[in-house]
């Protein structure tokens, strides 16, 4: 059975610019999370996609945005790119909102120059 | 709310010997209980869970953790490390239908 998987693996986007990163759950969950690991600074919980609907937001600003899709695959837009926003993102799923574990993708590095 | 407080951030050890990893939580329901580990630009990889029922739970690579819920805490162990088992190791809570919430990690480093 295929795990999470994240796409692209690294993504390199200059300042002002926008990205989207693209994540497939597990087959059968409807949960996705999405999280900012930045160096130094753990892991930032971004959004929270359950049944198509956005379940529940980080605290961060407006340009960070995503949507899930009817197949429950999932993107994530930041726009207008600040070089601290140079980060590995991880997308997980589960099964819904009370599922009781969430599997991690691989995650993609972006890099902001 | 809830909230996770990983006690130590760099945990070194010798290969063979015992380690604890601390955590402690904040909730105000019942909550679920977890460990990840991520190696070196990787994601994060499920090692145990306590969900409820038997206070210690075994998980894989000879990890287990004890939950005890007086004290709010849920600490890892392992009773002899591997240099294989250098990573940074998350808790993270649940409660209900709601997101994980992690810990900043601790970084644990086994030299020989």
New interface residues.
Partial sequence: EAG?TQSPTHLIKTRGQQATLRCSPISGHTSV?W?QQALGL??Q?LL?YDEGEE??RGNFPPRFSGRQFPNYSSELNVNALELEDSALY?C?SSFG??G????????T?LTVV | AQSVTQLDSQVPVFEEAPVELRCNYSSSVSV?L?W?VQYP??????LL?Y?SGSTLVKGINGFEAEFNKSQTSFHLRKPSVHISDTAEY?CAV?S??????????TMLLVSP
């Avoid at chain 1, 009781?100 to 995650?107: H, I, L, M, W, Y």
Wanted: charge should be positive.
């Fill in positions: 999470v999370y999280y753990g892991l919980f929270w379940r529940n991880l997980a909102g009370q009781t574990e969430a599997f991690f993708g691989q995650g590095r | 679920y977890f990840y630009n990787q994601g994060l990889q499920l869970k969900l998350f649940k209900g239908y709601s997101t994980l919430t992690f810990g900043k990690g």
